[in-house]
């Protein structure tokens, strides 16, 4: 299956997601690891669209997400820049499009680094604080650990 | 905002819902009312995208769908022959074109006016019994009704 351009604009707009995981991490010199994913979930019958999703970015993998759901993930950084510059050659057209800016703003500070230094990674959780995850009230709490 | 065909694709891929509504009708001579209907549901962040959809099908209606959510819904017969007219010439993707062309096939049938016959109604059921609608055993009963 060949997937356009369009085509894969238009579904992610509506079946793709954002996320920027914010967890805790002992080894880290700031405690925390910063893990930007872009993915689209899916039930099984639809693994297909999934495995083509892979093939059209050349990259990321497919795997179970829970139960009859399976996802089409990229986490590696390399892949995410392809990604970022993809989506920004061909913007979302819904408001996906406000979460995809704020996670491209962190996919390049983390290419210059700056989630390793204490200000930087302040800087990701606070983009990350505004996007539309339903995760505001932990990474406020992590934040204002950090500034308080 | 434009809409590119393989976007909308893409999209309705994702967020587009073929349903086929069958609802008791003493007015009409088989007892039933046939009521399909195309629709995109979207948080009224996004009522824009809804409105375009509108544009660009030149049909339809947008109204609110419960809560925060609002939808793009057609449902006037000559618009829904629109409809299964695009997708038939910009195949839908993923496993939802199965739905599609058993929505489309109740489409035609009711411009041929077999809904108004027990013979092309009882047709109708048994296509939209094997649709996707979580609505199987209701329309099963119907169905056994009718043949029983």
């Not at 872009?38 to 019958?45: L, T």
Request: with cysteine; proline share 2%; hydrophobic share 35%.
């Amino acid at each position: 299956m060949e997937l356009d351009i369009d085509w894969v604009v238009g579904f992610v707009d509506g079946e793709g997601c954002f996320y920027v995981g914010i967890y805790e991490h002992p080894e880290m010199k700031v405690g925390y690891r910063v893990l930007p994913e872009f993915r689209v979930v899916q039930h099984k019958r639809d693994i297909q669209i999934l495995y083509a999703l892979k093939r059209f970015f050349r990259c990321g993998v497919v795997r179970q997400n829970h139960d009859d759901r399976y996802e089409f993930r990229i986490r590696k950084h390399e892949c995410l820049m392809k990604v970022v510059d993809f989506f920004q050659r061909h913007p979302l057209k819904t408001k996906k499009n406000v979460d995809f800016r704020k996670f491209a703003r962190i996919v390049r500070k983390m290419a210059e680094g700056r989630h390793l230094t204490e200000e930087g990674f302040k800087e990701i959780v606070k983009i990350a604080m505004s996007m539309n995850s339903g995760e505001h009230e932990r990474l406020k709490e992590i934040y204002d650990t950090l500034t308080g």
